[in-house]
């Protein structure tokens, strides 16, 4: 990323540090300053260790202070991830020759090498995902500890798994370290922008048209399921989302939208608010790389000069993004889904993905946009 | 514990010298910060003090402009993405830029001060930070008040008082510095500057006409000894802990400016004992602590409000919160003993 004013989204050790640690049975070391560990440890809210190297190590060399944490974190029946920050990767030390077990896994994924995705990605592939041709259910993935609602997709999505009968496969990454030699053939996602392209893809859970779509799909392939309760509810809940958005539509104008997500969660929303609400959306501020084509302006944007630069113009009547995105949004009304959510308590396991997450976000927006009409 | 912050291990886990510096740079109003380094470094430090203001009711965002290193800046060297941050920074009309390097541009050996010293047509200001290869985050607190200072002329002297060194990123800030001008008060002192917090470039100006500058904490004493030598300003070396630790203060205070503060003291003390009577239910109560952090002549504190209510200290005893930090004059004692007495009722 070339030069940026206030940068809007973390470095690809934070994303390969997100990715591992939503393991149980993996021990994730940053291998690098107390000024990187510190980070994903307060935005990530799971155990994480660190080598803590001193200026010294930098100069000798970090061999003795790794094997002293590794020494420490062995034996305790957890597979130990080494993630390395900027400063180890650079200084030519050869690490995987340092470690005595192969059993350690090694993800090189300094800051500079990129972006949050870029981070996810390498350390997943470096776990070596298998599928299982006996592993009954189906996989979830896109799943991330840096996602607010990534407790709650999670949750949701099993409910709807349940439900149709299907029981859930592995969860990428939020699951045992185990499970992911045991994947099953087939896989539905949260968040098309973390895919791991691991199975048969059967589909996105966001959205109404998207969950009716896959759990159709799911009928089709998967033996024994039953999708019809799904299916029904899902044409219920929808049914609801349009009264209440036509009640909605009987005082107030649509609103005009900014939205500030990644890419494919940009996408889900601005269709939402399309079709639901009638919303004009006049632009997504996408975090990661445009996709595939949308009958919307997208825009990337990684920093803070850009979202004032694209609410200013655009002057909307929401924004939906991140707190930064709060922080900038002048008299527009504003609904949270993009990491991170500071300065707001939150505890309950809220989703976006899955039936519940689309009446979630209905009933965030309309609230908000009630208020500030109200105000 | 090797691997996870504790406070027997300190030396490797003081943080980033970096985040230090920042915390100081960006609590001056019209000023842009510069980080040169990955864009990852800007990012994590710039959500943490998004967090922090707005943990202090602040919506304002630091201003933070990244030179966005990526890999062919670590191997052909970042001077030339560092000046075009510096550009894109005055292109926003800045009062000043500061300019911080992190660990990555301090191993590849990019001369951060030869750019900073080139024409630009404000102050572009290099502050040696170097992430954890500059040392610690109070280091980077510490280098960033010393070089603004450095910048600063003299001026008459009008007999108030300085905040030096307040810990920007401490949920407790504002409180600390609410205590801390409701003691002055009581000796009709006023606060002439908070160096530095949430202030402009003009605030920054006026440091040389207090009588007296208050440090936040001792870690800060080579910062009152440089603006003693640069301004003749004696300093306090630190905000008082403790009902004691809060006399000790105010006496320092009336001496430093030849007043008579017996009658100060008699209503401190009053409120001291007003609060210890609020707080006679749980007089006798057992507590448990962990015992490495009693140690420390920092939890004097402790000990006192421990002997004024009879509380007894029993492994099986209820799990209190402490103060990492110690808590700030008379008030702070008090947010801590709600805090026990909450505990306290919830084990019951």
């Known amino acids: 990323m070339p030069k940026c004013e206030n940068p809007l989204w973390p470095c690809a050790m934070t994303g390969a540090t997100a990715c591992l640690a939503g393991f149980e049975g993996i021990t994730v070391v940053i291998h690098g300053s107390s000024g990187c560990y510190y980070y994903p440890t307060t935005l990530l809210h799971v155990p994480l260790h660190g080598t803590f190297i001193l200026e010294n190590e930098v100069i000798f060399g970090s061999e003795e202070r790794l094997h002293e944490v590794i020494e420490e974190l062995q034996g305790k029946g957890k597979r130990i991830a080494i993630v390395t920050s900027c400063v180890p990767a650079i200084l030519g030390e050869d690490i995987r020759s340092m470690l005595d077990s192969n059993d350690i896994i090694l993800v090189d994924s300094p800051g500079f090498s990129g972006n949050f995705e870029i981070g996810y990605h390498t350390a997943l592939s470096i776990l070596e995902p298998a599928i299982d041709s006996d592993a009954v259910g189906i996989n979830i993935d896109g799943v991330s500890l840096f996602d607010p609602f990534h407790r709650g997709n999670v949750q949701e999505v099993v409910r709807l798994l349940t439900q149709a009968c299907v029981p859930a496969g592995t969860v990428l990454c939020f699951d045992h370290i185990d499970k992911l030699k045991h994947c099953s053939p087939f896989t539905l996602g949260v968040d098309g922008d973390l895919a791991s392209g691991l199975g048969n893809y059967l589909g996105n859970t966001l959205g109404f048209h998207a969950i009716n779509e896959t759990f159709n799909r799911i009928g089709q392939v998967i033996e024994d399921s039953n999708v019809e309760s799904v299916i029904n509810e899902n044409s219920r809940q929808e049914e609801r989302v349009i009264q209440v958005c036509d009640k909605f539509l009987r005082r107030f104008d649509p609103p005009s939208v900014v939205i500030f997500a990644s890419f494919s969660i940009g996408a889900f929303v601005a269709n939402l608010l399309d079709k639901y609400l009638d919303a004009e959306i006049v632009c997504i501020g996408s975090r990661t790389d445009q996709k595939y084509d949308l009958p919307y302006q997208v825009q990337r944007v990684d920093g803070l000069s850009d979202v004032k630069r694209l609410i200013d113009y655009y002057t909307p009547d929401l924004v939906v993004g991140s707190s930064f995105e709060r922080s900038v949004k002048g008299g527009a009304a504003f609904v949270g889904i993009t990491p991170p959510l500071r300065g707001t308590v939150r505890l309950a396991s809220r989703p976006l993905a899955g039936i519940e997450g689309s009446l979630f976000l209905i009933e965030d927006v309309l609230n908000a946009c009630m208020d500030r009409q109200s105000a | ?348």
């Open chain 2, 1 to 348: 514990m090797l691997s996870k912050p504790s406070p027997l291990n300190s030396c490797r886990f003081e943080g980033c010298t970096l985040t230090g510096a920042l915390s100081v740079t960006t609590s001056i109003r019209e000023g842009i910060t510069v980080i040169h380094g990955p864009s990852g470094c800007a990012h994590h430090n710039f959500s943490l003090l998004h967090s922090t203001n707005l943990d202090h009711n602040r919506i304002a965002v630091p201003h933070i402009v990244s030179s966005g290193l990526l890999d062919s800046e670590i191997v052909f060297g970042g001077e030339e993405a560092l000046e075009r941050a510096i550009e894109s920074a005055i292109s926003q009309s800045p009062k000043s830029v500061f300019v911080l390097s992190t660990c990555i541009t301090e191993t590849i050996g990019d001369d951060v001060i030869a750019v900073c010293g080139k024409h630009w047509d404000v102050p572009v200001i290099p502050i040696p930070t170097a992430g954890f290869l500059g040392g610690s985050f109070q280091m980077g607190v510490n280098n960033a008040l010393k070089t603004i200072a450095g910048l600063i002329g003299v001026y008459s002297n009008n007999g108030s008082v300085n905040i030096i060194g307040e810990k920007n990123l401490e949920y407790e800030v504002e409180e600390n510095y609410t205590e801390i001008k409701r003691l002055l008060s009581l000796l009709d002192l006023q606060v002439n500057v908070r160096f530095i917090h949430n202030i402009s470039t003009t605030d920054i100006e006026k440091i040389g006409r207090a009588s007296l500058n208050i440090l936040r904490d001792a870690e800060l004493v080579s910062v009152g000894k440089q603006l003693f030598q640069q301004f003749g300003t004696p300093f306090i070396e630190s905000f008082p802990t403790g009902f004691s630790g809060t006399i000790t203060f105010l006496n320092q205070i009336a001496e430093i400016y030849g007043l008579q503060g017996q009658e100060t003291i008699t209503y401190e003390e009053s409120l001291h004992e007003s609060i210890l009577d609020d707080f006679r239910d749980i007089t006798g109560s057992s507590i448990a602590v962990d015992h490495s952090f009693m140690i420390s002549p920092d939890y004097a504190f402790f000990h006192e409000v421990v002997k004024d209510l009879h509380i007894k200290i029993k492994p099986d005893g209820c799990l209190v919160p402490i103060p990492i930090s110690p808590p700030i004059g008379t008030m702070g004692i008090k947010r801590m003993l709600h805090r026990w007495r909450r505990a306290i009722h919830a084990q019951m």
